[in-house]
């Protein structure tokens, strides 16, 4: 799927075995307030860096995806620093890599998908922008339905304070964690199993946000929500099936619910396989 070749691409993207086992940021780092990390910036009077690998490469391509976010119209800075810091390319298998900071969605095996950047960063702004009322301090704990590769879960874990996230695909579990291990991020929890009933021990979470679309939004995860807290996940509206973003407010008076634009996402599915 969209295997074209990249005529002019400037860099290499494949895996050098010491960048792969580079440590993630320090914790202090996560919580930095809103800024691309200081190595990602462009530096002046420097010219464009040579082919070697990953490292400051990769990052200049990744500013790059953030910039165009920006113009899309994320405008959360700190979506847009864990969409910087997050290393995409090392979600996806190597032949894709050259892909990975593009708006796309690619394939991660199984039949599914990581979504695209701008999903990504359009559904965290949205979840950040909830009702949460404790001001100045990060979200608390937020579900994900849908693992996948793992990549969400980790943009994630710079932004909220605890990720409890769900795959109903063993294959894909285990990727993850492969995925995220030389990440350590100790906030990320990675559970096996069918996400339509959620994850009652985690609960209440401040967040819920789905990776994978259904008809209806399951009783369970209104249930597992906060009152404050706040659902983001793609729903099948009633003309055929098509997928719109829904966000959801828990409050004392009852649950709101707001459909936003069309998305397309991998269907939500129940049992594990
Ligand atoms: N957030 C992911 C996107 C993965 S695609 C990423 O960053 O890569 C959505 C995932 O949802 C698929 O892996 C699919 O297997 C999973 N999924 C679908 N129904 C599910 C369910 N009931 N419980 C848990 N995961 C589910």
Redesign the pocket.
């Known amino acids: 799927m969209n295997a074209r070749p990249r005529p002019g691409f400037p860099v290499r993207l494949d895996r050098p075995a010491a960048a792969a086992a580079r440590p993630a940021l320090p914790a202090a780092q996560r919580s930095a307030p809103a800024a691309l990390a200081p190595a990602a910036q462009p530096r002046p009077g420097r010219a464009a860096p040579t082919p070697q690998g990953l490292g400051l490469d990769s990052q200049a391509v990744r500013l790059a995806m953030v910039k165009k976010l920006a113009a899309q119209g994320i405008t959360d800075a700190r979506v847009l620093e864990a969409m910087g810091r997050i290393e995409r390319h090392r979600?996806v298998d190597t032949a894709l890599a050259t892909q990975a900071y593009e708006d796309t969605s690619l394939p991660?095996g199984?039949g599914?998908?990581?979504?695209k950047p701008g999903v990504?960063a359009r559904m965290a702004e949205l979840l950040l922008a909830g009702l949460d009322p404790r001001k100045g301090e990060p979200m608390g704990r937020v579900l994900?339905?849908?693992?996948?590769?793992?990549?969400?879960?980790a943009v994630l874990s710079l932004l909220v304070k605890e990720v409890y996230s769900?795959?109903?695909?063993r294959g894909?579990h285990e990727k993850a964690r492969e995925n995220l291990r030389p990440l350590r991020l100790p906030n990320v929890h990675l559970l096996f199993?069918?996400?339509?009933a959620g994850f009652a021990q985690g609960a209440p979470y401040a967040g819920i946000i789905a990776?994978?679309g259904g008809e209806a939004v399951p009783q369970a995860w209104i249930e597992q929500l906060a009152v404050g807290g706040r659902l983001v996940a793609p729903v099948a509206s009633a003309a055929g099936g098509a997928q719109a973003l829904l966000v959801l407010d828990k409050t004392a008076a009852g649950v709101q619910h707001t459909l936003l634009e069309a998305v397309h996402?991998?269907?939500?599915?129940?049992g594990i396989a």
């Open positions: 979600f991660i199984l599914q998908t990581i979504s990504v994900e339905i849908g693992t996948g590769c793992g990549y969400q879960a769900i795959e109903r695909l894909l199993g069918d996400g339509m990776a994978a996402f991998v269907p939500l599915k129940s």
